[in-house]
Structures are given as C-alpha cells and as structure tokens.
C-alpha cells in the first residue's frame, strides 16, 4: 500500500473507533473542532519544519507529490504538498489526533483521572475581567 | 542543530504547548496515567505503521538529522518521541480551549 492509501484508512478507521467502538463522537463536537484547528496550525509548522529542512524525505512512488528532491527543498505549496510536507501527513495527523483525544475522553468517561478537571485560566483576559 | 534536529523540533513542541499546562491550568501532565493510557494504543499503532512505511521507502531519515539510535527493528528513537510528543500536545490543546470554555462538552463530563 503507498502512504496515501494506509492514510486514508487510518482516518477513516480513527472516526469510525471514534463513534463505535469508544462510542465518544469526538468529531460531532464543537470543541474538537476547535481544537484541531489550533492543532493543524502548528502541525504545519512543525511538518513544514521537518519536510522542509530534509530532516525526513518522501518516495514520489508512495504520496501523491514526487520524490523529495535530493539538494533543494521540496515546493512550498502544490504538487501534493503543504507547507513542504505531502498532505498524506495532514490525513495522518487527522487520525493521530481523533485516535488520541477519543481515547483520554473515553479514560476520563470511565473514571480514570477524570479530575482534576482543566482550568480555570490562570490570567483572564483583560476584556473578561471585573465582570 | 546537526543530529540533534529532529529531537529538536520536539522539545520545540514540548515548549510551545507546555506553557498551557501552567496558565491555562489544563491538568494534563498532573493526570499521568490517563496521558499514557491515551497515548499508548496511538503509539502501539504507528510503531507498527513505521516499520512497515520505512521498510517499503515510504519515507527514511536524513542521517545527518537524527541521532541514529534505533529504537525498534528499523524505526529512529525520535520517530517513537513524535508518537508520544504529538498526541500530548493534542491532548494539551483540548484541554486548554476546555479551560477557556468550560460549557464546550465532550462526553466525559458529569
């Protein structure tokens, strides 16, 4: 299978553990959706990062993109790549993180650590104060 | 950074999302075995990915960015940190908007 072909089924098969297996339906929440697209954010940075420098380079032969070239970088955007890395990785990511925050949802639904419970925020912000 | 680069990047995300545990209080380091329990089934699952992905010359490692230690059949050690560092990021993330929107439900709440 190339890297285009397992990362769409990781995804699917990360929502569909997601609604069936730990029966959270993290992906029909407001709050994950909110929280991935901060997470996406630095996702590219990050992968940008690590395609961009060469650190990790890709076969032409299992993503969408070509071959990450030899002595230059990859493109920035276009030619099945974003921020220099193939979108295969956003598919990748997109399963990494629906798997991961459905399962500390599902542990903390069970009653592992449910608490401490998160907040409140340390500093509020300055339009929230005196209210 | 040389051999180092990769693991650099990871501590980077370590910085950038660890701030949160402290202002925005999200409780995610305090709650360690939930963390790992999370984590781990993530972890098992792109180990074995990997290992097939980097057998098959899917992706492979500029050896001038990574250390060189292997830590499993043909997988670099700072491939298995991205597997742990990644999803407590996520994890961070979550509760760090959670903090800030209390009234956002998941599913766990009582």
Redesign the interface.
């Known amino acids: 299978m190339?890297?285009t072909q397992?990362a769409l089924v990781?995804a699917v098969l990360a929502v569909l553990i997601d609604i069936y297996v730990l029966r959270?339906?993290?992906t029909k929440?407001?709050?994950?959706w909110?929280?991935y697209s901060?997470?996406i954010f630095?996702q590219l940075i990050?992968n940008g990062?690590?395609t961009g420098?060469?650190?990790?380079?890709?076969?032409g032969?299992?993503?969408i993109g070509s071959d990450t070239p030899i002595s230059s970088r990859p493109p920035f955007i276009g030619d099945g790549r974003i921020a220099y890395a193939p979108v295969e990785d956003l598919i990748f990511?997109f399963a990494?993180?629906v798997?991961?925050?459905s399962?500390?949802?599902?542990?903390?639904?069970r009653g592992?650590?449910?608490e401490?419970?998160?907040?409140?925020?340390?500093?509020k912000p300055s339009w929230k104060r005196n209210r | 950074m040389g051999k180092f680069s990769y693991i650099a990047v990871l501590v980077g995300c370590l910085l950038g999302s660890g701030w949160l545990e402290i202002v925005l209080r999200t409780r995610v380091y305090r709650r360690t075995l939930r963390l790992a329990l999370s984590i781990i089934p993530v972890l098992v699952i792109l180990t074995i990915w990997d290992i097939y992905a980097i057998s098959q010359g899917h992706w492979k490692f500029d050896p001038r960015y990574v250390t060189g230690i292997i830590a499993v059949v043909n997988v670099p050690i700072e491939e298995i940190l991205f597997f742990i560092v990644i999803p407590i990021c996520a994890v961070l993330t979550l509760e760090g908007v959670r903090s800030t929107k209390p009234k956002w439900l998941v599913g766990d709440e009582k």
Do not use: C, D, H, N
């Not at chain 1, 929440?29 to 994950?32: D, G, L, S």
């Not at chain 1, 420098?53 to 076969?59: D, K, L, T």
């Not at chain 1, 399962?103 to 639904?109: A, D, R, S, T």
């Open positions: 190339t890297y397992i990781a959270i339906a993290i929440k407001r709050i994950f909110a929280s901060i997470i630095f990050t990062i690590l420098a060469g650190i990790v380079e890709y076969s032969a299992k993503i990511g990494l993180v798997l991961t925050l399962m500390w949802i599902w542990l903390g639904k592992v650590q449910r401490p419970l998160a907040g409140p925020p340390r500093f």
